[in-house]
């Protein structure tokens, strides 16, 4: 009993002592003033804590610049709305850079568009300026296997967009109309973040990508550079003499990450998962 007593509290210290070396490790270096650094990555859902992230560091006067780090190839459209929107106000207040990952398209491009400044490597996946909504249609399945359903509804669109039955000319054209004012207002948020006249933004609102390079070209990011480059520019930009101290919202400690090699890795709760499902197939 003794003996098992021992090996449990030598893993206790085992424990405590890696959970201190993953902490400091985790800080960034730096001593001198602030610069936060926010993280967005993996398909956009929801969007609360990441505004919560930007607020918190909007309303702190000793963080003196945001950096955004965004590697997403996209997501819901409400949730990049709010990011941007969120982002527009921060930049109100202080420097706003971002700096994309290996894919910042659509939605991930969305949230960007408002920034003070945008960086991207060279070969980073952005643009994607558009909206799609697909709605599988399973129809010739249910026909087959004999099954059929019942609607009862309030008005004759109410199930609009259901994948039991194929769309009408109708609701298709009621669909249309939806994704082209919701594509407009993409169009409209790009011009506005960047600046850009709005006629030249729809000539390559196409849904079409971009690498980084070819978006500086056309002005859809500043310039080009990686996440070092990033902080270094909002240093300059917020007028931080020396180097800055960059920080950031703390990840929650995992002993099966740190062995594991995942110490960001990051899942959908089933919540968000279930919540993806819901969103009705329109995407950024």
């Not at 690498?211 to 300059?236: C, R, V, W, Y």
Request: glycine share 10%; proline share 4%; with cysteine.
């Amino acid at each position: 009993m003794k003996k098992a007593c021992l090996v449990i509290v030598g893993l206790f210290v085992l424990l405590v002592f890696l959970s201190i070396v993953v902490t400091v490790a985790g800080k960034k270096g730096g001593s001198g003033e602030k610069i936060a650094l926010v993280k967005i990555e993996g398909p956009i859902v929801v969007s609360q804590s990441i505004i919560d992230e930007l607020e918190q560091y909007r309303e702190d006067p000793t963080i003196k610049a945001i950096v955004i780090r965004v590697d997403s190839p996209g997501g819901a459209v409400a949730p990049s709305q709010e990011i941007y929107e969120e982002v527009k106000k921060a930049k109100e207040k202080k420097p706003v850079v971002v700096s994309m990952g290996s894919v910042a398209a659509s939605g991930g491009y969305y949230v960007s568009a408002a920034a003070t400044k945008i960086l991207a490597n060279p070969g980073t996946i952005t643009g994607s300026i558009g909206v799609i909504m697909e709605i599988p249609n399973l129809k010739g399945l249910m026909d087959k296997i004999g099954v059929k359903t019942e609607v009862i509804k309030s008005g004759k669109h109410k199930d609009l967009a259901s994948a039991f039955r194929g769309i009408g000319k109708e609701e298709r054209e009621i669909l249309q109309n939806v994704l082209n004012n919701v594509h407009e207002q993409f169009i409209r948020a790009v011009a506005q973040g960047r600046s850009i006249p709005i006629e030249k933004v729809r000539k390559i609102a196409d849904g079409r990508i971009f690498t980084g390079q070819q978006a500086k070209e056309i002005g859809l990011i500043d310039e080009i550079g990686n996440l070092k480059d990033a902080i270094d520019l909002a240093a300059k930009l917020a007028g931080i003499k020396g180097k800055p101290r960059v920080v950031s919202k703390k990840e929650p400690f995992s002993i099966l990450n740190l062995l594991t090699g995942q110490e960001k890795a990051q899942l959908l709760s089933l919540k968000d998962a279930f919540k993806w499902i819901q969103l009705k197939y329109m995407v950024y």
